[in-house]
């Protein structure tokens, strides 16, 4: 029983060390592409980039069937705020979160200040809502 353990956690352990290997095969083969086209410094936020846009795909990916839509239903009968909305479309169609999501840093990249547009109206939607006399 215990052979069949450490067996088994071997064979997890190469695996995850053969993922390893490959990560770090792909990102120095973008790098190396990208290197072609820009600065150094560039080609390396490419390959950031990359690999956070992955990480994120892979985050949604994962917990989007966290809460089954029956939960959801039952959780409240109001209308859904946007954010719980966006939620929900993230987590049934990642892709589509996924490019909408890289839409958006690229927009904000060439833009700043719709950046401080937004953390306004949001400071001050806040700020306009009613104090919840539960909260006190």
Do not use: H, Q, W
Not at 32 to 55: F, K, N, Q, W
Not at 60 to 87: H, N, Y
Not at 112 to 124: E, H
Request: glycine share 6%.
């Amino acid at each position: 029983m215990i052979k069949r353990i450490l067996t088994l956690a071997a064979a997890f352990a190469a695996m995850a060390a053969a993922a390893g290997v490959c990560v770090v095969a792909l990102a120095y083969a973008l790098y190396a592409v990208a290197r072609e086209y820009m600065t150094p410094a560039g080609a390396s936020a490419v390959v950031a980039g990359v690999a956070a846009l992955l990480i994120v795909l892979l985050a949604v990916f994962v917990l989007r069937k966290s809460a089954p839509k029956e939960m959801r239903k039952a959780a409240g009968s109001e209308e859904p705020t946007l954010t719980t909305r966006l939620v929900e479309l993230a987590r049934e169609r990642p892709v589509v979160a996924g490019i909408g999501a890289v839409a958006a840093a690229l927009v904000i990249a060439r833009n700043p200040r719709i950046v401080t547009t937004i953390i306004s109206a949001a400071v001050a939607g806040r700020a306009a809502r009613a104090p919840d006399p539960r909260k006190r």
